[in-house]
T-cell receptor
């Protein structure tokens, strides 16, 4: 595997289900991101982890719960979602310098297309 | 309210001609701007960027122009090729932060 991979690629879930999205980066990066893209809307940054520490939570509802067990893996745990949470969820990674978290090129995965019924 | 706007949802251009994709922003604190390209079923990939200290950056067929007074940037693709057909996202950040603010994208179709 190369680059940034995401599983599953498609997910349909009911509002009472619990599911998880998985992201893995094979680039040796130390920062990882979750983005959400709703239909005809811009990508929105949800969470950021830098060296496994969460550095950003962009006012995301608690029904979305991120987990970063190591710098290569990122999860997004989903529970009691709403139909308006249906969207494309994109994971990205970048190489950051310790103590200097500025923009560096973000490499994106292909996304998970989530549908909440 | 969106801070980064791409007002044209789609653009169709003949192969070999110039493609011009536009982006407007409202936050005068933005100092770093990027373009990403996205093919179907793939994640966005970085294309080109520009710092606010410049007004032009060129990379092969791709050139980004920045007009700070108008809070406007554009991406020029010359000559356009069918393989350039994709969705193009404009993004911006304050203080060159990792926190990117994206536009909603413009779908470019280059006709053979």
């Amino acid at each position: 595997e190369t680059g940034v991979t995401q599983t599953p690629r498609h997910l349909v879930m009911g509002m009472t289900n619990k599911k998880s999205l998985k992201c893995e980066q094979h680039l040796g990066h130390n920062a990882m991101y979750w983005y959400k893209q709703s239909a005809k809307k811009p990508l929105e940054l949800m969470f950021v982890y830098n060296f496994k520490e969460q550095t950003e939570n962009n006012s995301v509802p608690s029904r979305f719960s991120p987990e970063c067990p190591n710098s290569s893996h990122l999860f997004l745990h989903l529970h009691t979602l709403q139909p308006e949470d249906s969207a494309l969820y994109l994971c990205a990674s970048s190489q950051e310098l310790a103590g200097v978290f500025r923009y560096n090129e973000q490499f994106f995965g292909p996304g998970t297309r989530l549908t909440v019924l | 309210d969106q801070q980064v706007k791409q007002n044209s949802p789609s653009l169709s251009v003949q192969e070999g001609r110039i493609s011009i994709l536009n982006c407007d922003y409202t936050n005068s604190m933005f100092d770093y701007f990027l373009w990403y390209k996205k093919y179907p079923a793939e994640g966005p990939t970085f294309l080109i960027s520009i710092s606010s200290i410049k007004d032009k950056n060129e990379d092969g067929r791709f050139t980004v122009f920045l007009n700070k007074s108008a809070k406007h940037l554009s991406l020029h693709i010359v000559p356009s090729q069918p393989g350039d057909s994709a969705v193009y996202f404009c993004a911006a950040s304050v203080d060159s932060s990792y926190k990117l603010i994206f536009g909603s994208g413009t779908r470019l179709l280059v006709r053979p």
